[in-house]
């Protein structure tokens, strides 16, 4: 399993933000839909009916974050307080009938700008048709089935959801 962008590929599946474990929300890209999960939130949109997908809330890099990121290691390490509970992301699901606001858990403490872009982008390649999903959901998961040695370095991110963007655009 691994952290591309905002995806986390666990084998086959590709989920936005965390892969979820136990009763935790998450959302899940699959060849037939966007599967939300957990508690308090459960469905299927399926993708002929979605026609946005984009994420919220995103923890991007910057001086202002990376601060509060070190404040909050110190406040957990003395012990008056912090968290240790991963950053929640808004998934926005945009269909014909109702729009949908869903809740999925970093997989990282911050990304940066030009892999938040990326993702986005390639969210966006998702809802462009059936052929566009099903190449690069295929793309993702086949990588995802391959890698055994976890997350790639940054550059490496941003060179796959490259990849996976020229996926999608392929006839």
């Not at 459960?42 to 923890?59: F, H, K, M, Q």
């Not at 990304?111 to 959901?137: C, I, K, N, V």
């Amino acid at each position: 399993m691994a952290m591309v962008g905002l995806f986390w590929i666990a084998e086959g599946d590709v989920y936005v933000g965390a892969k979820p474990s136990g009763l935790a929300s998450g959302v899940r890209l699959t060849p037939e839909g966007v599967v939300v999960l957990g508690e308090r939130q459960s469905g299927l949109w399926p993708w002929e009916d979605v026609r946005a997908l984009t994420v919220g809330d995103v923890p991007v890099k910057s001086l202002k974050h990376q601060v509060g990121v070190l404040v909050e290691m110190a406040l957990t390490v003395v012990g008056l307080g912090g968290s240790d509970r991963p950053h929640a992301m808004t998934v926005s699901i945009e269909t014909a009938d109702k729009d949908a606001e869903l809740t999925a858990y970093a997989a990282a403490s911050g990304y940066s700008q030009e892999e938040y872009d990326l993702s986005l982008a390639l969210l966006s390649h998702l809802t462009a048709g059936e052929a566009t999903l099903r190449a690069t959901l295929a793309a993702m998961a086949q990588w995802g089935r391959a890698r055994e040695d976890g997350s790639p370095r940054a550059a490496d991110r941003e060179g796959l959801l490259r990849e996976w963007i020229e996926v999608s655009r392929l006839p």
